[in-house]
């Protein structure tokens, strides 16, 4: 896959990796921050988004906790401890009553999400780094 060029003056595009295990819902989110004007990778378990998160180099995950093979908070783990020389966010999601203070410093979308909290979400993960924030 060849990384887009870009002209002299104009922004660069930010790049989203959705992990999400349901293809509905990850459908949704891809058209969704799409049209927000995003760059938007797929992964559909936790051992491919490790795979696209060193291939891609995402700026923001959009992360479920429950995946199957490799659970979010796994991939989450991995990407803090191997992700050198910048911090990538990430913004978990999750059906479940999962505390914040059980993953630790990131963003937090909870079931079901609509298209509006999920890119005030991504916005404010981004403007922010992996501070805390809970919607």
């Keep these: 896959m060849l990384k ?19 293809d509905d819902l990850r459908r949704l989110f891809r058209t969704t921050l799409t049209l927000a004007g995003y ?4 992964a559909g378990d936790g051992l491919e988004a490790l795979q696209k998160i060193d ?5 923001l995950v959009v992360l479920d906790v429950i995946l ?5 908070l796994v991939v989450q783990r991995e990407i803090a401890a191997h992700v050198l020389n910048r911090e990538l966010p990430v913004v978990f999601v999750t059906g479940s009553g999962l ?3 059980e993953i630790g410093s990131a963003c937090l979308l909870r079931k079901p999400v ?4 999920l890119v005030n979400t991504v916005r404010s993960c981004l403007a922010a780094g992996s501070q805390s924030l809970r919607s």
């Design 55 to 59: 291939y891609s180099q995402p700026d």
């Design 114 to 117: 609509t298209p509006d909290r």
């Design 99 to 101: 505390e914040l203070s």
């Design 4 to 22: 887009p060029t870009y002209n002299r003056g104009m922004a660069r595009k930010q790049t989203i990796l959705v992990v999400e295990d349901d």
């Design 68 to 72: 199957p093979e490799v659970s979010g």
């Design 39 to 42: 760059n938007v990778e797929e």
